[in-house]
């Protein structure tokens, strides 16, 4: 046991967070045993193709282990009962439910794969620790190896708080949800991680700084960092580097001769157990694909039904995710005969957003617009595909890689007000973590694939309405004195919004729905600047009597009163102390609280 008190002679700051990794046991298996409770007391095993790719804890006991060999699994458990697990829709929907539980704590969580959240505790525990009185505090749960003294930095007080929050965490997600899950509590990403399945099924590990070192030392090969992949294992290995000992012992300058030296000293650190990188809330993926691996396919009309099963399946998904795709990328693994090998090549689309429709909140693709979809994925392969030659393909793909938000389209409040324009500008709102996808999930964003943009031909279908320059921008600006237009310059398709006010737009929306499904009547206009030059454009009106003619009535009546007046102030007389001011450009800083003017930021 390393207890060495050196490690106390380091920068508090390295002990300072307080991370929980959470995984959810036998995932699939577990979803299977919800469904159908019978499945719980028989051995159990989910089926991918011929691979178990996971079993319940009661076929463990016989040995089946994850990803063996059907056939293999039938010799060790031959009572096992297998459920076929290639739909992934239920694992994705309990996924997303159990990581939406662990945003109750409002904590940063970042997703990894389906069934694996880190949730920085750190700043929760700051707060506990305000209002605590005990100098020593219960650790819940195991612990890797006792220490032997307190640290000074008080991190055992904080991981013991932490182990007490992973404990509430793993209640409620079994209390609400039905799964069992285990739960590593450290200082850092790596060893939450790494000690998290110490007591494997529903438990949960703490370890405390000071046992870093020691603990790296129990998992051997190098290859069981996670962060260490196969190519870098490799390169380790040609230097005789196998073991976690070996990357320990080996000086960094020698590390630096092999590696960059970001990632000499990336390595090291991970071998003691050392790691900065934060906990990076995850937001929606970045992209949302399927594939679909077989021996091989060298017919055409069998890459389009391929195309066609995995454009059905892929459409579901989008419509649970909500945002309109404006981005199609097929993938197709060919096989190379010569050089008995493999490659994967990528090629993308634009694709109109108008292929897909809002009804009722809900996307939907017509049959027609299924087709189109299906002859751009076509249309992709054929640029990937010299047809004139045979070819043999392993895998096919299909992502949508880039998304219009919808609250951009007809639920920004761009369109509460207007009576009709469409806002045709693309924007990812999402935040700028993709989930580390796994085999059969999201497709990640593959820097290993080629990728190629296609922009160049008639893919992208004319729009029905022309483009709007609106500039969204997700991101709140302060803004500079300077930048405070004049008020006859606020334009409302130059508004700026950020992501929060967009959930409080969005909260307006639902409000005023009702009032949104009336019949717009006007027409589409053309482009923005005549929406902004319509803002001069002031009609008498019994509700609004001084509303721009843009500006749908039925919907500004539906907007609070304080809200309506300001606007009509602002519309009335733009320099008054309702719009945005130059001289007072502390109203623009700090709006009331129930302004909308807040929504608004006037463009540069
Ligand atoms: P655990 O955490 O050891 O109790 O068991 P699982 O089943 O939760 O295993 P985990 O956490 O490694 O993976 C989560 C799910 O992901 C698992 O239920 C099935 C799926 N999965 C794991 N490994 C593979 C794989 O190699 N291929 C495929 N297709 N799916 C996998
Ligand atoms: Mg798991």
Redesign the pocket.
Same mark, same amino acid.
């Given at each position: 046991m390393d207890t060495s008190i050196s490690v106390y002679n380091e920068n508090d700051s390295e002990h300072s967070r307080c991370i929980i990794h959470m =995984?959810? =046991?036998?995932?699939?298996?577990q979803v299977e045993m919800l469904r159908k409770p019978m499945l719980r007391n028989v051995p159990l095993g989910?089926q991918?193709k011929n691979i178990v790719?996971?079993s319940n804890y009661e076929a463990r006991k016989y040995g089946v282990q994850?990803?063996m060999l059907v056939s293999d699994a039938l010799k060790v458990c031959p009572n096992l009962t297998l459920v076929n697990g290639e739909d992934l829709h239920d694992y994705r929907t309990a996924s997303s439910k159990i990581f939406t539980a662990l945003l109750g704590w409002k904590c940063p969580v970042e997703k990894l794969? $389906? =069934?694996?959240n880190f949730i920085d505790v750190t700043n929760l525990i700051q707060e506990k620790l305000k209002t605590m009185n005990e100098t020593s505090v219960t650790l819940t749960g195991h612990i890797y190896n006792e220490p032997s003294i307190e640290c000074p930095c008080g991190c055992h007080n904080r991981l013991r708080i932490a182990s007490q929050i992973a404990s509430e965490m793993r209640k409620k997600v079994y209390d609400e949800l039905g799964f069992t899950t285990c739960t590593g509590i450290a200082h850092n990403k790596l060893l939450a991680k790494l000690i998290c399945?110490l007591h494997?099924?529903n438990d949960q590990t703490t370890i405390f700084p000071e046992h870093a070192t020691s603990f790296m030392l129990s998992l051997t090969s190098v290859r069981s960092i996670p962060s260490i992949g196969t190519k870098t294992t490799e390169a380790l290995i040609s230097q005789k580097i196998i073991t976690v000992r070996d990357l320990q012992e080996t000086p960094l300058e020698e590390l630096k001769k092999h590696f960059s030296s970001d990632m000499a000293v990336r390595l090291k650190a991970l071998s003691l157990g050392e790691d900065s990188t934060p906990v990076k809330q995850s937001g929606k993926p970045l992209s949302i694909g399927l594939e679909d691996s077989f021996k091989t396919v060298s017919v055409k009309s069998e890459v389009e039904d391929k195309f066609s099963a995995l454009l059905q399946r892929l459409l579901v998904l989008v419509r649970e995710d909500g945002r309109i795709p404006v981005s199609l990328r097929v993938t197709l693994r060919k096989k190379d005969a010569k050089r008995l090998s493999s490659h994967r090549e990528s090629r993308q689309s634009q694709i109109s957003p108008s292929i897909f429709s809002l009804t009722n909140g809900v996307l939907t693709v017509t049959d027609a617009g299924q087709q189109k979809l299906l002859a751009i994925a076509m249309r992709l392969f054929n640029k990937l595909i010299d047809l004139t030659k045979p070819f043999h393909l392993t895998l096919v793909g299909l992502a949508f890689t880039k998304f219009q938000e919808r609250m951009t389209g007809r639920s920004s409040i761009v369109n509460y007000l207007m009576n009709d324009i469409s806002v045709q500008s693309v924007l990812n709102l999402s935040n700028d973590c993709d989930t580390s996808a796994?085999? $059969?999930d999201y497709s990640a964003v593959s820097p290993s694939s080629s990728t190629t943009t296609d922009h160049s031909d008639g893919e992208v279908e004319p729009s029905p309405k022309k483009p709007k320059k609106v500039n969204w921008i997700a991101k709140r600006r302060c803004l500079a004195k300077e930048e405070v237009a004049s008020p006859s310059k606020l334009k409302v398709g130059e508004l700026r919004l950020n992501s929060k006010e967009l959930e409080k737009v969005s909260e307006l929306r639902l409000n005023s729905r009702d009032r949104s499904l009336t019949p717009r009547a006007s027409p589409a206009r053309e482009n923005m600047s005549d929406a902004s030059d319509s803002m001069k454009d002031v009609v008498e009106d019994g509700a609004c009597n001084v509303c721009p003619s843009y500006v749908d009535k039925e919907v500004f009546s539906a907007l609070p009163d304080d809200m309506q007046q300001e606007l009509k102030a602002m519309w009335k007389n733009p320099s008054s102390s309702a719009g945005v001011t130059r001289s007072s450009p502390r109203n623009v800083n700090k709006p009331k609280s129930n302004s909308i003017r807040k929504y608004f930021v006037p463009h540069k």
């Amino acid at each position: 046991m390393d207890t060495s008190i050196s490690v106390y002679n380091e920068n508090d700051s390295e002990h300072s967070r307080c991370i929980i990794h959470m =995984d959810v =046991d036998c995932f699939y298996a577990q979803v299977e045993m919800l469904r159908k409770p019978m499945l719980r007391n028989v051995p159990l095993g989910i089926q991918q193709k011929n691979i178990v790719v996971t079993s319940n804890y009661e076929a463990r006991k016989y040995g089946v282990q994850k990803c063996m060999l059907v056939s293999d699994a039938l010799k060790v458990c031959p009572n096992l009962t297998l459920v076929n697990g290639e739909d992934l829709h239920d694992y994705r929907t309990a996924s997303s439910k159990i990581f939406t539980a662990l945003l109750g704590w409002k904590c940063p969580v970042e997703k990894l794969g $389906m =069934d694996e959240n880190f949730i920085d505790v750190t700043n929760l525990i700051q707060e506990k620790l305000k209002t605590m009185n005990e100098t020593s505090v219960t650790l819940t749960g195991h612990i890797y190896n006792e220490p032997s003294i307190e640290c000074p930095c008080g991190c055992h007080n904080r991981l013991r708080i932490a182990s007490q929050i992973a404990s509430e965490m793993r209640k409620k997600v079994y209390d609400e949800l039905g799964f069992t899950t285990c739960t590593g509590i450290a200082h850092n990403k790596l060893l939450a991680k790494l000690i998290c399945p110490l007591h494997k099924p529903n438990d949960q590990t703490t370890i405390f700084p000071e046992h870093a070192t020691s603990f790296m030392l129990s998992l051997t090969s190098v290859r069981s960092i996670p962060s260490i992949g196969t190519k870098t294992t490799e390169a380790l290995i040609s230097q005789k580097i196998i073991t976690v000992r070996d990357l320990q012992e080996t000086p960094l300058e020698e590390l630096k001769k092999h590696f960059s030296s970001d990632m000499a000293v990336r390595l090291k650190a991970l071998s003691l157990g050392e790691d900065s990188t934060p906990v990076k809330q995850s937001g929606k993926p970045l992209s949302i694909g399927l594939e679909d691996s077989f021996k091989t396919v060298s017919v055409k009309s069998e890459v389009e039904d391929k195309f066609s099963a995995l454009l059905q399946r892929l459409l579901v998904l989008v419509r649970e995710d909500g945002r309109i795709p404006v981005s199609l990328r097929v993938t197709l693994r060919k096989k190379d005969a010569k050089r008995l090998s493999s490659h994967r090549e990528s090629r993308q689309s634009q694709i109109s957003p108008s292929i897909f429709s809002l009804t009722n909140g809900v996307l939907t693709v017509t049959d027609a617009g299924q087709q189109k979809l299906l002859a751009i994925a076509m249309r992709l392969f054929n640029k990937l595909i010299d047809l004139t030659k045979p070819f043999h393909l392993t895998l096919v793909g299909l992502a949508f890689t880039k998304f219009q938000e919808r609250m951009t389209g007809r639920s920004s409040i761009v369109n509460y007000l207007m009576n009709d324009i469409s806002v045709q500008s693309v924007l990812n709102l999402s935040n700028d973590c993709d989930t580390s996808a796994t085999s $059969m999930d999201y497709s990640a964003v593959s820097p290993s694939s080629s990728t190629t943009t296609d922009h160049s031909d008639g893919e992208v279908e004319p729009s029905p309405k022309k483009p709007k320059k609106v500039n969204w921008i997700a991101k709140r600006r302060c803004l500079a004195k300077e930048e405070v237009a004049s008020p006859s310059k606020l334009k409302v398709g130059e508004l700026r919004l950020n992501s929060k006010e967009l959930e409080k737009v969005s909260e307006l929306r639902l409000n005023s729905r009702d009032r949104s499904l009336t019949p717009r009547a006007s027409p589409a206009r053309e482009n923005m600047s005549d929406a902004s030059d319509s803002m001069k454009d002031v009609v008498e009106d019994g509700a609004c009597n001084v509303c721009p003619s843009y500006v749908d009535k039925e919907v500004f009546s539906a907007l609070p009163d304080d809200m309506q007046q300001e606007l009509k102030a602002m519309w009335k007389n733009p320099s008054s102390s309702a719009g945005v001011t130059r001289s007072s450009p502390r109203n623009v800083n700090k709006p009331k609280s129930n302004s909308i003017r807040k929504y608004f930021v006037p463009h540069k």
